[in-house]
């Protein structure tokens, strides 16, 4: 639900926008631009946006492999706080979410794991 939600409002509002791209200061664009990556960065933002890498964690967590989801989340949290660090709330709404997702994953491995002796 955590990963659902941020993706639901960005959906909501018209249509699915990048998250990070808006806020990424220019210097840090025109290097991305220049290295070649940028058609890359704005795809990933993109599926990202729409719930895809959310999916995604969603999918290795059922499969049981939390190292992976762990990845996913983690990644998604950190580049969207860094996004919210020079404003906005779509990267704000992101980074909370699959924080709490990535913490509420981490906690019921950690119970899972007591419950069976580990």
């Known amino acids: ?6 993706t639901a ?7 699915p926008t990048w998250i990070w791209t808006p806020s990424l ?11 070649g990556l940028l058609d890359a960065w704005l795809v990933v933002d993109l599926l990202t946006a729409v719930g895809v890498l ?13 190292a992976v989801a762990a990845v996913l ?5 950190a580049v ?6 020079s404003g906005g709330w779509l ?17 019921a491995r950690r119970s899972r794991n007591r419950g069976s002796g580990r």
């Open 1 to 6: 639900m955590f990963v659902a939600t941020p």
């Open 25 to 35: 200061p220019m210097p840090v664009l025109r290097l991305v631009a220049e290295a």
């Open 54 to 66: 959310g999916g995604l964690a969603v999918v290795a967590t059922a499969a049981r492999d939390l």
């Open 91 to 107: 990267p704000l709404g992101y980074a909370l979410a699959y924080t709490a997702g990535l913490v509420l994953m981490l906690r």
């Open 80 to 85: 969207s706080f860094a996004g919210a660090a």
């Open 73 to 77: 989340l983690a990644l998604v949290a």
């Open 9 to 15: 409002a960005n959906l909501a509002g018209g249509g």
